[in-house]
């Protein structure tokens, strides 16, 4: 048997990412990781004079998403278990969140520059947002893009067409 002496490089492919639904897993994912920072920069300026101590959190998970996003259009799959894990956080600060912006539509309480009512709608918008990216991360995460092909010039021989 004759050894094989490979010239030049290895061709990768990633057979994973080439189907329409991993391409519309990762747009889903991209989409809903800015819609929730977008959601999050408005109910954060939005109430910043109410919030006490949760401003460089908010401010932080705004960078967060749009880093996440970034990392997302480019293939990597291994963040998407941590988008999950961080929009069940911000899931659950918001769940807690949205009954103290309707508390304080009550005397006493100085409105911050969006309507209480308004900051508490977003709020639980952000909930279900946060919910819908969790389960698109987890179903892309299922898909598998980082599985690689590798292939020799010298394998593809003919398959290659003249002039390649």
């Known amino acids: 048997m004759a050894k094989i002496v490979h010239k030049g490089e290895a ?3 990633h057979p994973n990412r080439v189907s329409s639904a991993s391409k519309l897993m990762r747009v889903t994912v991209v989409v809903l990781l800015l819609l929730s920072a977008f959601l999050i920069a408005v109910i954060t300026f939005g109430g ?3 919030l006490a101590g949760m401003k460089a959190i908010c ?3 705004i960078i967060l998403d749009v880093v996440f ?3 997302v259009a480019k293939w990597t799959r291994g963040i998407l278990p941590v988008i999950a894990t961080l929009a069940m956080m911000m899931g659950v600060f918001a769940m807690i969140a949205v009954p103290s912006w ?3 539509e009550g005397s006493g309480y100085a409105q911050p520059a969006l309507d209480s009512t308004v900051l508490a709608t977003l709020t639980s918008m952000l909930v279900a947002l ?3 990216l969790i389960a698109a991360a987890l179903y892309a995460f299922r898909q598998q893009w980082n599985v690689e ?3 020799w010039p010298e394998e593809e021989g003919a398959a290659l067409a003249a002039g390649a």
């Open 102 to 104: 309707v508390d304080r």
């Open 59 to 61: 401010v932080a998970w």
């Open 69 to 71: 996003a970034y990392f």
């Open 130 to 132: 946060q919910l819908l």
């Open 11 to 13: 061709v990768i492919e």
């Open 149 to 151: 092909i590798e292939h």
């Open 48 to 50: 910043w004079s109410a």
